[in-house]
């Protein structure tokens, strides 16, 4: 027993001493997993978009001139589809800032904007600020120095000579600093990059993100129209900037002059994923909340008015139901059934037209051959009067057909005509759609189905006459000769006596010329 008791202290040593050694190794193998295996991907964050810090075309810009949520000072000059900040004139400066107060602690800002110029160099460039107070004017792009705040510069001129324009520089200021023009503010940058956005075929796009106290520019290029085609510019970390502030946007020229138009301003409230935004209800105070809404009882007030002046001065409007302005499937259906029908009236119209042109024609050629029928009945001492009298006959025979037929098919037109008008105004009287439309309608087709028939029988029918039967006009007697033999020698005679005397004539005057020579 004494033995064992002696023993006791040392196994618990080698238990403590093992356990030890375990749980060492255990969290030493767990701190190389951590370490070796990636990290998981950070979730985005929420976006909301806000449509009273925002501007974009169409419509950009109201009656009056004036931009919904914004101002414009200076040059700037609002149209329907973008703000032009500054024209290309000299010594230009406008600026657009947001009239309310924006308390994000993150955002997104998506600016769209082009540069144009003539020349090869521009000036002096376009900024984009958020900072505490409003700065409507100033040397700094068009608007005010010592800012407090952040501002994105897109400088387009050199003004240190070290050719590193066009760039895009980031400038934080605490209300105290004075921006260094003669160095292109490289000496207060908090990051730049290189990027040439004058004249691009397509608009500029930029978009700044700040978001958990780091500021984002990324750009795209202008050389491709996808939106999304974005490049990373500069990132500045652990950056804090003021939560209240204005959005604003401004440029400035100077001794060369480029057209600064912007052609949107889209920002994003930005929230953890695990964080939700407040409502945008609890968001609009309650001053505000309270003159909308007296601005829209005067509004509906007028309104009243209004509808009560309109129906005293048109009584017989008062309880007519408002017609759908939009079309249902029937009713489109049945309007395309009536247009139909009424191009195959005119169609009708124009063939009935044609058919009275053949029938004058047809009785017009038929008194022709009647009258000269009667004409050679007067003068029996031809002998083809018999033959001439049978042709004629068969003629007039087959035209007196081709009238029959004519009439038959312009008596169907008639009937086809006269049932397109009852169905028309059966379907305006009863209303469209109905059964008996759809069968005056199948009528009308038989109809003309019938008479392209007759058509085709006629043209065959003239195609298969024989040669023989043809129109052919009567033979002329033989008419005697108006020259007899005698004539014809005497004038013989007579040419050849002129054509002798004249040739000797000729041969003594050359032989009495020359006695001369």
Not at 93 to 107: A, C, L, Q
Not at 147 to 174: A, E, R
Request: glycine residues 8%; proline residues 6%; charged residues 25%.
């Amino acid at each position: 027993m004494a033995v064992s008791i002696a023993r006791l202290p040392a196994v618990n040593l080698q238990t403590l001493a093992l356990t030890f050694l375990t749980a060492v190794i255990f969290h030493r193998s767990m701190a190389d997993l951590s370490v070796g295996s990636p990290p998981a991907p950070e979730e985005p964050p929420h976006r909301r978009f806000e449509y009273k810090y925002s501007f974009k075309g169409p419509h950009l810009s109201q009656s009056d001139g004036s931009i919904p949520f914004w101002i414009h000072t200076g040059n700037a000059i609002p149209s329907a589809d973008q703000v032009r900040i500054t024209p290309s004139l000299r010594s230009q400066r406008g600026s657009v800032w947001t009239k309310n107060r924006v308390n994000f602690e993150s955002w997104e800002a998506e600016v769209t904007f082009r540069v144009t110029g003539r020349g090869r160099m521009g000036a002096d460039g376009l900024a984009v600020w958020f900072t505490t107070e409003q700065g409507l004017d100033g040397p700094v792009y068009g608007a005010a120095d010592k800012w407090n705040g952040v501002g994105i510069f897109f400088d387009s001129f050199d003004n240190d000579g070290k050719k590193n324009n066009p760039t895009i520089l980031v400038v934080g200021n605490n209300g105290q600093l004075v921006y260094d023009h003669q160095n292109d503010g490289t000496t207060q940058a908090l990051g730049t990059c290189l990027r040439d956005f004058r004249n691009k075929p397509y608009p500029i796009r930029a978009k700044i993100t700040y978001y958990k106290k780091t500021l984002t520019v990324l750009i795209n290029n202008g050389f491709t129209p996808d939106k999304e085609d974005y490049e990373f510019c500069t990132k500045i970390e652990n950056m804090i900037i003021p939560t209240e502030g204005f959005f604003g946007i401004s440029a400035a020229t100077g001794g060369l002059a480029d057209d600064h138009d912007v052609l949107s301003f889209l920002l994003f409230r930005l929230s953890e994923p695990g964080q939700q935004p407040p409502p945008a209800e609890a968001e609009i105070p309650k001053e505000e909340k309270d003159k909308y809404q007296e601005e829209f009882q005067n509004f509906q007030q007028e309104l009243d008015k209004k509808k009560e002046a309109f129906q005293k001065e048109h009584p017989n409007v008062q309880g007519e139901p408002i017609e759908d302005p939009y079309e249902s499937v029937s009713d489109r259906e049945i309007r395309q059934v009536f247009e139909g029908q009424n191009r195959i009236h005119l169609e009708i119209k124009q063939v009935n037209r044609q058919l009275a042109m053949l029938l004058d024609e047809q009785r017009r050629y038929v008194s022709i051959v009647t009258e000269e029928m009667a004409k050679k009945g007067g003068h029996p001492g031809s002998g083809q009067l018999d033959s001439a009298s049978q042709q004629l006959g068969s003629i007039v025979a087959a035209q007196q057909e081709v009238l029959r037929n004519l009439n038959e098919m312009r008596s169907s037109f008639h009937e086809s005509l006269k049932q397109i008008g009852s169905a028309q105004h059966q379907g305006n009287a009863v209303g469209m759609g109905t059964y008996e439309t759809i069968q005056h309608f199948n009528d009308i087709k038989e109809h003309l189905h019938t008479v392209k028939r007759d058509v085709d029988h006629l043209v065959q029918r003239n195609v298969q006459i024989p040669g023989d039967k043809a129109v052919k006009c009567p033979e002329l007697p033989p008419l005697p000769s108006c020259l007899s033999t005698v004539h014809f020698v005497v004038v013989i005679v007579v040419q050849s006596v002129l054509f002798f005397c004249y040739i000797m004539y000729k041969s003594q005057q050359e032989a009495a010329a020359k006695k001369f020579f």
